[in-house]
């Protein structure tokens, strides 16, 4: 019975060095504890309404500077050029100097993820069309988990359209070499790289880390490292906490990442 008994023993053993062999060390090695972080989910569904309530909210609590260049607008949209340090003289219209929303992780970074950005849906077919539309047109339609994410408020800041035009869907990061721009707002542009001012950066980094876990975006090695980094040297200030606030009154829930920055170093990886 033993003998049988220290057989069946080192056919394991075999069988798991095989498996070992074949590359299962490694999927063992990135298995990812299970975080006790939990984050309500949002209750915004449609990005015209998130627009518009953080419009009042900015107003009513006597904010109104745009996120990249702190340019001071009023209740008509209008952007004070005499203050702001973004130079407008480059804009091609009217609209362009005016305000709008911007999204900080851009639609590109969780759009394509979904079936609907993907593949072509049935349920997007236009009568004039041979062929159903996907991408942004089709995923607003069809999928309340794009409407949910593109809408969340917490991703959403103000900007000059003027500027939104020229970041596109440019990520965050450093610009090696640049060269100024855009007047005095301290903001640059290279490639496919958007380089934002150092106050904001700790800001940036907990939104994003704040939309990968909650939607799941996964993040590149690279730039999560550099957004760890942001996330340390820039921590939230007075503005940033009580936004979180501001945002929850509406939307019923909170960026843990601002009540407590720390929480990132729980994560091992937001990829």
């Keep these: 019975m033993k003998t049988v008994l220290k057989i069946s023993a080192l056919v394991l053993v075999v069988a798991f060095m095989f498996l070992v062999g074949a590359g299962w060390a490694e999927a063992i090695k990135k298995l990812k504890p299970i975080s006790p972080i939990q984050i309500k989910p949002s209750q915004s569904i449609q990005i015209n309404k998130s627009r518009g309530y953080l419009f009042k909210l900015y ?5 109104h500077n745009t996120f990249y260049c702190g340019c001071s607008f009023d209740s008509k949209l209008h952007i004070d050029k ?3 340090g973004l130079d407008l003289h480059d804009a091609k219209n009217r609209q362009e100097a005016m305000l709008t929303w911007d999204r900080v992780v851009p639609v590109t970074a969780f759009g394509p993820q979904l079936d609907c ?3 072509e849906n049935q349920l997007c077919k236009n009568s004039s069309r041979k062929k159903s ?8 339609n069809v999928s309340e988990q794009f409407n949910k994410m593109e809408s969340d408020m917490h991703n959403l800041v103000p900007v000059v359209r003027m500027l939104k035009k020229v970041r596109s869907y440019r990520r965050h990061g ?4 640049e060269m100024r721009k855009h007047g005095s707002c301290n903001i640059e ?3 496919r790289v958007m380089e934002p001012k150092e106050s904001i950066r700790g800001d940036i ?6 939309m990968s876990y909650l939607y799941e975006i996964p993040l590149s090695k690279s730039h999560e490292e550099m957004l760890r980094d942001w996330n340390r040297s820039d921590p939230p200030d007075e503005w940033e906490m009580g936004r979180n606030s501001l945002v929850e009154m509406v939307q019923g829930n909170r960026n843990p990442f601002v009540d407590q920055p720390d929480l990132v170093d ?3 990886s937001f990829r």
């Design 174 to 177: 450093i610009v090696f070499g």
């Design 59 to 63: 107003l009513d609590s006597n904010n």
């Design 133 to 140: 539309r996907r991408g942004w047109a089709c995923c607003r």
């Design 266 to 268: 729980r994560i091992p």
């Design 205 to 210: 980094a907990r939104i994003h880390f704040y």
């Design 189 to 191: 542009f290279g490639g």
């Design 82 to 84: 005499e203050e702001c």
């Design 117 to 119: 950005w993907k593949n």
